[in-house]
């Protein structure tokens, strides 16, 4: 029986699915050397042999034994795929095929699609990354914590001073600070209805002088392994609250031990190396200390990047936020904080912590550049 083209272009689809095994299992039927003339546009062999090495069965000597073929399976990659595509495969590399050998060859290493994901496991293999790669390992971070801070810096510069100017008013007539919505409502009684005009008897503005050190802001931030992602995004937007002189910035880290990294705001590739991303986690404690830190309970956020799985006292945990909470400080538990805003986390915890009045959910950065804005302004966030 002869195909049509359709349907050959069908089975190509589902060989490319299904693997090389799938001729094996067939007898042959779904041959790529048969089926690629329906798609001669496109070089399946080499699509195949890319999907075959992540996806495929292992052969002899495992993944190993393909590793001469990596430099050219790099460039296949970002040839066959769009570039979202291209950070799932190579991650799927790395964990399904064990390839960490990627992100420890000094001349593979900066050909790889520079994303969040790389920065974050380059940052947990860095007690594995011989000497003479450690400073292009580095370099790739810089680059990508620059990306990073270039995309959300203008956001939340915008985002903390403009809510802070608005929060208070001024006596000074400069047109450009005119707070309409306040002047409008309070001159609606000078109102002619003959005229169809508002005739205001006064103006209100917005003030231009902003306070140095006006808000404290918090970011205890959970080190354990799966919320690497989290710690990379943190540590960028805890370096750009940094630089503004509106904000004194804390930065913790934690797991089963502390880390106040602070002091190292400015350089925030040096604070992720400075990450022991792994191992337990003790968040009361690190609650705890972080609570002692707050100077102006009605003028500080404090923000709480963690799944929630506890290692520590939970007790001790939920009585430590719910007096933060009774002290006037905004906090909001953020169970993770990366692109997709998807956490796993312990449900029952996040619950209990809900309980208290502090929001608990997963978050984008954009939304965490959102909620800061919001709680600056004197605004209600989400539960």
């Known amino acids: 029986m002869e195909l049509t083209t359709d349907q050959q272009r069908a089975l190509l689809r589902w060989r490319l699915v299904l693997g090389q095994k799938s001729e094996r299992a067939l007898g042959g039927g779904m041959a790529l050397g048969q089926l690629a003339p329906a798609a001669p546009e496109q070089d399946v062999f080499g699509l195949d042999g890319a999907l075959e090495l992540v996806y495929g069965e292992k052969g002899p000597g495992g993944a190993a034994a393909s590793l001469p073929n990596i430099p050219r399976w790099l460039g296949d990659v970002r040839r066959y795929f ?114 169809r005009v508002l005739v205001p008897e006064r103006f209100y503005f917005w003030a231009n002088q902003r306070r140095l050190r006006e808000w404290q802001v918090i970011l205890c931030v959970d080190q354990s392994g799966s919320m690497a992602n989290s710690v990379v995004y943190a540590s960028i937007m805890a370096a750009i609250f940094a630089s503004l002189d509106a904000l004194r910035t804390h930065l913790i880290f934690f797991d089963t031990e502390i880390a106040d990294m602070t002091d190292l705001l400015d350089d925030p590739v040096e604070l992720l190396f400075g990450a022991q991303l792994g191992g337990g986690t003790d968040i009361a404690r690190a609650v705890a200390y972080a609570a002692d830190l707050v100077l102006q309970p009605e003028k500080t ?38 692109d997709t805003g998807r956490p796993s986390f312990n449900h029952d915890l996040a619950r209990q912590v809900r309980a208290l009045d502090i929001p608990a959910f997963g978050c984008t950065p954009g939304k965490l550049v959102e909620l800061v804005e919001d709680v600056l302004r004197g605004r209600e966030t989400p539960r």
């Open 82 to 195: 769009p570039g979202e595509a291209v950070a799932m495969v190579q991650k799927d590399a790395i964990e399904r095929r064990g390839l960490r050998q990627l992100l420890l060859e000094k001349e593979m290493l900066p050909h790889l699609e520079k994303n969040v994901e790389l920065a974050a496991t380059l940052i947990s293999l860095q007690g594995l990354i011989p000497d003479e790669v450690k400073e292009t390992a580095r370099q790739v971070v810089r680059e990508i914590v620059e990306q990073i801070r270039e995309k959300l810096e203008p956001q939340i510069r915008q985002a903390v001073i403009g809510a802070l100017a608005r929060n208070r008013h001024s006596v000074l007539p400069v047109y450009r600070n005119v707070d309409w919505k306040r002047t409008i409502e309070r001159n609606l009684k000078h109102y002619d209805p003959a005229r």
């Open 301 to 338: 956020l404090f923000i709480l990047i963690t799944d929630l799985y506890e290692g520590g006292d939970p007790n001790a945990l939920l009585r430590t936020l719910g007096e933060l909470v009774e002290s006037h400080v905004r906090v909001l538990c953020l169970l993770a904080l990366d």
